[in-house]
């Protein structure tokens, strides 16, 4: 697929991506932006995107000019294009997906079958990032497009330590480093710094997670009370479930947070054994192998029992007393 062949003929063009958007949704999402806008000086390019943690904002080139709420009276679109995600999990903007007249995803999770007119899905591929580099004109990158892929790559391959680092990961990645950005404040920024408050609430997780089936899950449950006893956002938690799996012995991390009265947002994460994409799915969610998400709508105490029972039933199917 080259992006182009597909749009070149259309004068409102809509981008967006998964809810609780990462570095990897906004990265795809900016970096197409900006090259379709280069690309295609006279067309509207509209990225539409849920909040995300301001080391994105910060870094991806791009970033500042996305829309987080939909006009009343958006006007529906020559072509919209999903990145990271199926159309059904972008929130307020699948109306805009469904209403545009040239519809287009590009994805790299084993979930999605491809939807759409026209799809690209690659699920050996590392990131969305990696993806969009793939279907743009290589002529037309420059320092800011290739700077909000490179983020994308580094937070999907968690720094290059996730098992979907590859040796074409690599090579990829130092192409896009080439172009002159300070890559390591990137990588520091994004990846590793951290707020106070988010310093906080990692800590409080460890000590509110329990250890279960031999040490082999790590578990921690946050209420929106106890956030908001913190004064902490959905932002103020990013990234714990990862740090949660560092815990010596530990192959799966499981994180669910209360972001509104009932509704749970879940991140799960996983070394070697646990699929966490399909533990994942039995809520409607998605992602990686190792690294996956849902949102729970249903009874958190019952949701608990469900995904305890399908982590156990694999590492059981492993071997794994």
Same mark, same amino acid.
């Given at each position: 697929?080259?992006?182009?062949?597909?749009?070149?003929?259309?004068?409102?063009?809509?981008?967006?991506?998964?809810?609780?958007?990462?570095?990897?949704?906004?990265?795809?999402?900016?970096?197409?932006?900006?090259?379709?806008?280069?690309?295609?000086?006279?067309?509207?390019?509209?990225?539409?995107?849920?909040?995300?943690?301001?080391?994105?904002?910060?870094?991806?080139?791009?970033?500042?000019?996305?829309?987080?709420?939909?006009?009343?009276?958006?006007?529906?679109?020559?072509?919209?294009?999903?990145?990271?995600?199926?159309?059904?999990?972008?929130?307020?903007?699948?109306?805009?997906?469904?209403?545009?007249?040239?519809?287009?995803?590009?994805?790299?999770?084993?979930?999605?079958?491809?939807?759409?007119?026209?799809?690209? =899905?690659?699920?050996?591929?590392?990131?969305?990032?990696?993806?969009?580099?793939?279907?743009?004109?290589?002529?037309?990158?420059?320092?800011?497009?290739?700077?909000? #892929?490179?983020?994308?790559?580094?937070?999907?391959?968690?720094?290059?330590?996730?098992?979907? @680092?590859?040796?074409?990961?690599?090579?990829?990645?130092?192409? #896009?480093?080439?172009?002159?950005?300070?890559?390591?404040?990137?990588?520091?920024?994004?990846?590793?710094?951290?707020?106070?408050?988010?310093?906080?609430?990692?800590?409080?997780?460890?000590?509110?997670?329990?250890?279960?089936?031999?040490?082999?899950?790590?578990?921690?449950?946050?209420?929106?009370?106890?956030?908001?006893?913190?004064?902490?956002?959905?932002?103020?938690?990013?990234?714990?479930?990862?740090?949660?799996?560092?815990?010596?012995?530990?192959?799966?991390? =499981?994180?669910?947070?209360?972001?509104?009265?009932?509704?749970?947002?879940?991140?799960?994460?996983?070394?070697?054994?646990?699929?966490?994409?399909?533990?994942?799915?039995?809520?409607?969610?998605?992602?990686? @192998?190792?690294?996956?998400?849902?949102?729970?709508?249903?009874?958190?105490?019952?949701?608990?029992?469900?995904?305890?029972?399908?982590?156990?039933?694999?590492?059981?199917?492993?071997?794994?007393?």
């Amino acid at each position: 697929m080259k992006i182009l062949d597909l749009v070149k003929n259309c004068a409102r063009i809509g981008i967006s991506g998964h809810e609780n958007p990462d570095g990897d949704c906004v990265g795809s999402c900016c970096g197409l932006a900006l090259f379709l806008r280069k690309a295609l000086p006279s067309a509207q390019v509209d990225v539409f995107l849920e909040s995300f943690p301001e080391a994105l904002m910060r870094n991806i080139p791009g970033a500042e000019s996305i829309l987080f709420s939909i006009p009343a009276d958006a006007k529906k679109y020559d072509a919209f294009i999903v990145l990271d995600s199926m159309p059904d999990r972008i929130g307020e903007a699948a109306r805009l997906y469904e209403e545009a007249a040239l519809k287009i995803n590009i994805d790299h999770h084993k979930t999605n079958p491809g939807c759409g007119d026209a799809f690209y =899905v690659d699920e050996d591929a590392s990131s969305a990032c990696e993806l969009v580099l793939e279907v743009i004109d290589d002529s037309l990158v420059n320092r800011d497009i290739a700077q909000a #892929l490179y983020v994308g790559i580094v937070t999907d391959t968690g720094v290059f330590q996730y098992s979907n @680092t590859k040796e074409s990961t690599m090579r990829t990645a130092g192409r #896009l480093m080439s172009y002159g950005f300070d890559h390591t404040a990137v990588i520091r920024e994004v990846f590793f710094e951290r707020t106070f408050l988010q310093g906080r609430m990692l800590g409080l997780s460890l000590v509110r997670s329990e250890l279960l089936m031999d040490g082999k899950c790590i578990f921690c449950v946050l209420d929106g009370e106890t956030i908001a006893e913190y004064g902490a956002s959905r932002k103020d938690l990013d990234r714990i479930s990862s740090q949660l799996l560092l815990t010596e012995g530990v192959d799966c991390a =499981v994180f669910l947070h209360e972001t509104d009265p009932g509704i749970w947002r879940g991140s799960f994460r996983s070394s070697n054994i646990v699929d966490v994409a399909r533990t994942a799915s039995l809520f409607k969610g998605g992602g990686h @192998t190792r690294a996956a998400g849902c949102t729970i709508r249903s009874e958190i105490g019952e949701a608990v029992k469900i995904l305890k029972e399908d982590i156990k039933a694999q590492l059981l199917a492993a071997g794994i007393e």
